[in-house]
């Protein structure tokens, strides 16, 4: 059975710093890996995901986020962040046995920035 | 304009009696999934579909039942509710994973507000 790990459940950086959100995974195969943004009270928006090739990966809105085989992981990263990059972060990682759509989220990050 | 939609987006109701969230999608997608949410636990899947009569159990099906007749409606049922599954629900849809590809398209939809009582 696949697994996602958010180490960290809250970060605060200051607005134009640097950023990593950290995600491990548990998975059999080569994963599909996922990261999403949920601003307060809304849905969820899909930022970037891997499925194979180049490991590192862009996504909207300036992330990206590099596959680390040997690591089992999925950093996400952003190289300064806007006031607007406050929400949630949910990584995933997606079972690939017959490119089928089961997710397996982590348990989120929230993200806090400061003026 | 590409949207899922589900409804109700609120709802609050009483132990045992049965219920429908429906989930309707405008974009033709073969994949849609229905997720709960609850604090501190991120989102776990309930179900996914494939494709139009193919279907499977996510992480936490129990409780749930869904179907998908047509390819844009997935439908959750919860035949007899019970306060554990007050929650946030939210329907999916996406298209078929693609090689190379790292921002795809996927959609979810507003979410839907259950109390059960």
């Known amino acids: 059975a696949q697994s996602v790990t958010q180490p960290d459940i809250h970060i605060t950086v200051s607005e134009g710093a640097s950023l990593e959100l950290r995600c491990n995974y548990s998975?059999?195969?080569?994963?599909?890996l996922f990261w999403y943004v949920q601003s307060p009270g809304q849905g969820l928006q899909l930022l970037l995901k891997?499925?194979?090739?180049?490991?590192l990966v862009q996504g909207i809105k300036g992330f990206e986020a590099e596959f680390k085989r040997s690591q089992s992981s999925f950093n996400l990263r952003k190289p300064s962040v806007h006031w607007s990059d406050a929400a949630e972060y949910f990584c995933?990682?997606?079972?690939?046995?017959?490119?089928?759509?089961?997710?397996?989220f982590g348990t989120g990050t929230r993200l806090t920035i400061i003026p | 304009e590409a949207q899922v939609t589900q409804n109700p987006r609120y709802l609050i109701t009483v132990t045992g009696k049965k219920l429908t969230v429906t989930c309707s999608q405008n974009?033709?997608?073969?994949?849609m999934s229905w997720y709960r949410q609850d604090p501190g636990l991120g989102l776990r899947q309930i179900y996914y579909?494939?494709?139009?009569?193919?279907?499977d159990k996510g992480d936490v099906p129990e409780g749930y039942k869904v179907s998908r007749k047509e390819k844009r409606n997935f439908p959750l049922i919860l035949e007899s509710p019970s306060p554990n599954q007050t929650s946030l629900y939210f329907c999916?849809?996406?298209?078929?994973?693609?090689?190379?590809?790292?921002?795809?398209?996927?959609?979810f939809g507003p979410g839907t507000r259950l109390t059960v009582l």
């Open positions: 998975y059999g195969a080569t994963p599909y």
């Open positions: 579909s494939m494709n139009v009569e193919v279907t």
């Open positions: 974009m033709n997608h073969e994949y």
């Open positions: 995933a990682v997606g079972a690939t046995d017959f490119g089928n759509e089961k997710l397996t």
């Open positions: 999916a849809s996406s298209l078929p994973p693609r090689q190379g590809v790292s921002t795809d398209t996927q959609y």
């Open positions: 891997y499925f194979s090739g180049d490991t």
